[in-house]
């Protein structure tokens, strides 16, 4: 635990203008972004008496070892600034808001030359105009079938419309009027684009002026005895009033706003957010959060409008947004949302009428959100707490392991041998943290020996790391709690190739390192063998502060180092419970890379080998010889007749077939004839 003293910047230092802080660990990794008016007013507040803070508070200046600040013109670039590093450190100490990512969202595809309707999920994309969120797709579903007889878009994909415009022949929505069929020409790609900005328009809120022309064209169809064209518009008119009557009306007829409730308790948020366009609710989210820093409501409002609107632009940020409480510097707030937006957007608390009456509503859907988290987590929480203290008592470590990484190796007969590695922390997997290895320093089938291997990779950039930062200098005597001991000499690099998924150790900029955080237990998917084969890797590296256990698989017997007899746990343990689903979780995670891997070299072939050989030309190679086999057998100078080879390719390919010996023959096995290779390809 740090003093916050020694770090502390000496007087007159600290600007007394607007910026953004962060707070670094002794590691570098940044644990806490902030924004002020006055930094030198702000960062006084962190450097008093700790017993005058906020616990959480306390928890974070003892945490960190220094403090950095960048001034800003203003407070609205300091908004800008603390969500953008917010977004890029991912600071342990800032309340995040659990993403929903999840919510399905009535999408139109405006960046295509024929605009199509579609259920979307996941991150936005550009050129892509959204409507929702929706708490369920089929609602998507059922309001787009009743609207596509008014405004008949394309809904197909890529794959059908291509297939469609190859054949002339629309597809079925095309033959019963819901859907214009540009895939055959039946519109021209402008008039479809129009039918697209209709949708919008409508999805959007204008809905009164749709309505009142088609009841004018219906009253003048049956005018001029046109009665086929005016029943059709009449049921098109009471189609678009079924898809408005899913939303009901809240607000006048004309208001686009958000509204942002909050229900809160000492340790957790949960917000909700209503999405009002053209006085209907057109989509609801919900988040949850762990309040991990001392902030109140104002400063949860500003979290929630940090993430619901730093991605957005145009008119995905409303008129009008409603909240609880006013941030600290609302109008800062409100001037970073018109920037967005590109013009002005009213940041406000209702006072009275329909607007405060739907905020009420909002509130009561956030206190059930919070109600019904908290019931779901209580009991989780406890069954995670109990299974990390049952592990603990059993292999007799002082506290319960928070993080514990989990180790398996992957083959097919001693091929493409792999390993994984997983993480759990709190009793809950990290999969941002999992880690794929391929085994470098040997062929064949050895899983001590792989174990080794893998276990010595991971704790050597560990090592690495720690000498980045200086940890492994000896401290004096007295001066501060004892390190673990150095290894002698430097640290060793690690034994072949880095792991595969982890680069070179990254400078300094805050980011976590990927192999920076060590567990307090160790768990491999074997036996003694490969248990005694992980704790000589981490004894060799001088690493004598991790647990090391071993899961194995018949009888689930949990193994120690240097112990002839396992540890058995009660079946009914949650603490055997959790070590089997850590230990399922890197099978899966290995078998799955090792299948990837072996499919992708069974897809190999020879001219894989020859420099310089796109896909495109190889396609080109395959497609006029017929197969790899005839190719084999083709002269150079019939080579060089493949458009777009020329004769040095067409003898690097000649030369890269003749040096590979051709697979043997496949045999059916039912009449022992030989299958002749005609495919478009070769194992090897």
Same mark, same amino acid.
């Given at each position: 635990?740090?003093?916050?003293?020694?770090?502390?910047?000496?007087?007159?230092?600290?600007?007394?203008?607007?910026?953004?802080?962060?707070?670094?660990?002794?590691?570098?990794?940044?644990?806490?972004?902030?924004?002020?008016?006055?930094?030198?007013?702000?960062?006084?507040?962190?450097?008093?008496?700790?017993?005058?803070?906020?616990?959480?508070?306390?928890?974070?200046?003892?945490?960190?070892?220094?403090?950095?600040?960048?001034?800003?013109?203003?407070?609205?670039?300091?908004?800008?600034?603390?969500?953008?590093?917010?977004?890029?450190?991912?600071?342990?100490?800032?309340?995040?808001?659990?993403?929903?990512?999840?919510?399905?969202?009535?999408?139109?595809?405006?960046?295509?030359?024929?605009?199509?309707?579609?259920?979307?999920?996941?991150?936005?994309?550009?050129?892509?105009?959204?409507?929702?969120?929706?708490?369920?797709?089929?609602?998507?579903?059922?309001?787009?079938?009743?609207?596509?007889?008014?405004?008949?878009?394309?809904?197909?994909?890529?794959?059908?419309?291509?297939?469609?415009?190859?054949?002339?022949?629309?597809?079925?929505?095309?033959?019963?009027?819901?859907?214009?069929?540009?895939?055959?020409?039946?519109?021209?790609?402008?008039?479809?684009?129009?039918?697209?900005?209709?949708?919008?328009?409508?999805?959007?809120?204008?809905?009164?002026?749709?309505?009142?022309?088609?009841?004018? +064209?219906?009253?003048?169809?049956?005018?001029?005895?046109?009665?086929?064209?005016?029943?059709?518009?009449?049921?098109?008119?009471?189609?678009?009033?079924?898809?408005?009557?899913?939303?009901?009306?809240?607000?006048?007829?004309?208001? +686009?706003?958000?509204?942002?409730? %909050?229900?809160?308790?000492?340790?957790?948020?949960?917000?909700?957010?209503?999405?009002?366009?053209?006085?209907?609710?057109?989509?609801?989210?919900?988040?949850?959060?762990?309040? %991990?820093?001392?902030?109140?409501?104002?400063?949860?409002?500003?979290?929630?409008?940090?993430?619901?609107?730093?991605?957005?632009?145009?008119?995905?940020?409303?008129? &009008?947004?409603?909240?609880?409480?006013?941030?600290?510097?609302?109008?800062?707030?409100?001037?970073?949302?018109?920037?967005?937006?590109?013009?002005?957007?009213?940041?406000?608390?209702?006072?009275?009428?329909?607007?405060?009456?739907?905020?009420?509503?909002?509130?009561?859907?956030?206190?059930?959100?919070?109600?019904?988290?908290?019931?779901?987590?209580?009991?989780?929480?406890?069954?995670?707490?109990?299974?990390?203290?049952?592990?603990?008592?059993?292999?007799?470590? +002082?506290?319960?392991?928070?993080?514990?990484?989990?180790?398996?190796?992957?083959?097919?007969?001693?091929?493409?041998?792999?390993?994984?590695?997983?993480?759990?922390?709190?009793?809950?997997?990290?999969?941002?943290?999992?880690?794929?290895?391929?085994?470098?320093?040997?062929?064949?089938?050895?899983? %001590?020996?792989?174990?080794?291997?893998?276990?010595?990779?991971?704790?050597?950039?560990?090592?690495?790391?720690?000498?980045?930062?200086?940890?492994?200098?000896?401290?004096?005597?007295?001066?501060?709690?004892?390190?673990?001991?150095?290894?002698?000499?430097?640290?060793?690099?690690?034994?072949?190739?880095?792991?595969?998924?982890?680069?070179?150790?990254?400078?300094?900029?805050?980011?976590?390192?990927?192999?920076?955080?060590?567990?307090?237990?160790?768990?491999?998917?074997?036996?003694?063998?490969?248990?005694?084969?992980?704790?000589?890797?981490?004894? &060799?590296?001088?690493?004598?502060?991790?647990?090391?256990?071993?899961?194995?698989?018949?009888?689930?017997?949990?193994?120690?180092?240097?112990?002839?007899?396992?540890?058995?746990?009660?079946?009914?343990?949650?603490?055997?419970?959790?070590?089997?689903?850590?230990?399922?979780?890197?099978?899966?995670?290995?078998?799955?890379?090792?299948?990837?891997?072996?499919?992708?070299?069974?897809?190999?072939?020879?001219?894989?080998?020859?420099?310089?050989?796109?896909?495109?030309?190889?396609?080109?190679?395959?497609?006029?010889?017929?197969?790899?086999?005839?190719?084999?057998?083709?002269?150079?100078?019939?080579?060089?007749?493949?458009?777009?080879?020329?004769?040095?390719?067409?003898?690097? %390919?000649?030369?890269?077939?003749?040096?590979?010996?051709?697979?043997?023959?496949?045999?059916?096995?039912?009449?022992?004839?030989?299958?002749?290779?005609?495919?478009?390809?070769?194992?090897?």
């Amino acid at each position: 635990m740090a003093d916050p003293s020694s770090y502390r910047p000496k007087p007159g230092q600290i600007p007394d203008s607007p910026g953004v802080y962060k707070f670094r660990d002794e590691h570098r990794r940044v644990i806490y972004v902030g924004k002020a008016k006055n930094l030198r007013q702000r960062l006084a507040n962190y450097f008093q008496d700790l017993a005058g803070l906020h616990p959480r508070t306390r928890t974070m200046v003892t945490t960190a070892a220094s403090v950095e600040w960048t001034v800003v013109s203003t407070e609205v670039e300091a908004l800008q600034l603390e969500y953008s590093w917010i977004k890029e450190y991912d600071p342990r100490f800032n309340v995040k808001y659990r993403d929903d990512k999840s919510y399905p969202y009535l999408a139109v595809t405006l960046n295509e030359e024929f605009p199509r309707v579609q259920v979307m999920r996941g991150a936005k994309k550009k050129g892509v105009r959204y409507f929702g969120p929706y708490g369920h797709a089929w609602a998507i579903r059922e309001t787009v079938d009743l609207m596509l007889r008014v405004f008949p878009v394309r809904t197909c994909s890529a794959g059908v419309f291509k297939n469609a415009a190859r054949t002339g022949r629309p597809c079925l929505l095309g033959y019963i009027g819901k859907c214009s069929a540009p895939c055959v020409g039946r519109v021209t790609p402008e008039e479809h684009r129009e039918l697209a900005d209709d949708f919008c328009d409508f999805m959007a809120g204008r809905t009164g002026a749709y309505i009142r022309r088609l009841e004018k +064209d219906m009253t003048a169809a049956a005018e001029e005895m046109e009665y086929e064209r005016a029943a059709r518009l009449r049921d098109d008119a009471e189609a678009l009033k079924r898809a408005m009557e899913k939303s009901a009306v809240v607000l006048a007829d004309a208001t +686009d706003a958000d509204l942002i409730a %909050v229900a809160e308790d000492e340790l957790e948020a949960a917000v909700q957010i209503f999405h009002v366009r053209g006085g209907r609710v057109r989509g609801q989210r919900g988040w949850v959060t762990d309040k %991990v820093e001392n902030v109140d409501t104002s400063g949860l409002v500003e979290h929630a409008l940090q993430q619901l609107y730093g991605e957005e632009a145009g008119d995905a940020v409303p008129k &009008e947004v409603l909240v609880p409480a006013l941030p600290e510097d609302p109008d800062a707030v409100s001037q970073w949302l018109a920037d967005r937006r590109g013009s002005q957007v009213s940041l406000r608390i209702p006072q009275r009428g329909d607007k405060k009456d739907l905020m009420a509503t909002v509130q009561r859907n956030a206190q059930q959100a919070l109600g019904l988290h908290k019931t779901k987590r209580a009991s989780d929480l406890t069954t995670r707490s109990r299974a990390l203290e049952e592990i603990a008592e059993a292999l007799g470590l +002082d506290t319960a392991p928070l993080r514990i990484e989990c180790f398996d190796i992957s083959h097919l007969q001693g091929d493409d041998v792999v390993a994984s590695m997983v993480v759990f922390e709190d009793g809950l997997a990290r999969k941002g943290e999992y880690r794929r290895f391929q085994i470098k320093t040997f062929e064949g089938q050895d899983d %001590v020996r792989s174990m080794h291997e893998v276990i010595g990779r991971r704790f050597r950039r560990y090592l690495h790391e720690k000498e980045a930062t200086g940890e492994w200098e000896e401290t004096p005597a007295g001066t501060g709690p004892a390190r673990a001991p150095a290894p002698t000499g430097p640290v060793p690099a690690p034994t072949g190739p880095a792991p595969d998924s982890a680069a070179e150790p990254r400078e300094d900029d805050g980011r976590p390192k990927r192999f920076a955080y060590p567990p307090q237990l160790l768990v491999v998917d074997g036996g003694q063998p490969q248990v005694a084969a992980a704790k000589r890797a981490l004894d &060799e590296l001088g690493i004598d502060d991790i647990a090391v256990c071993g899961l194995a698989k018949r009888l689930e017997e949990v193994w120690l180092p240097d112990d002839d007899d396992p540890v058995v746990l009660p079946r009914s343990s949650e603490g055997l419970y959790l070590l089997q689903r850590i230990r399922d979780e890197a099978h899966r995670f290995a078998i799955t890379y090792q299948r990837a891997k072996r499919a992708k070299r069974i897809r190999s072939s020879p001219l894989d080998e020859v420099a310089g050989l796109g896909d495109t030309r190889k396609q080109a190679l395959i497609k006029h010889f017929g197969s790899v086999k005839k190719l084999r057998q083709a002269t150079i100078d019939e080579i060089c007749e493949v458009p777009g080879i020329g004769r040095r390719t067409a003898e690097s %390919v000649a030369v890269a077939l003749a040096s590979t010996t051709p697979a043997a023959p496949a045999v059916n096995t039912a009449t022992g004839e030989i299958i002749e290779e005609d495919d478009g390809g070769s194992t090897t």
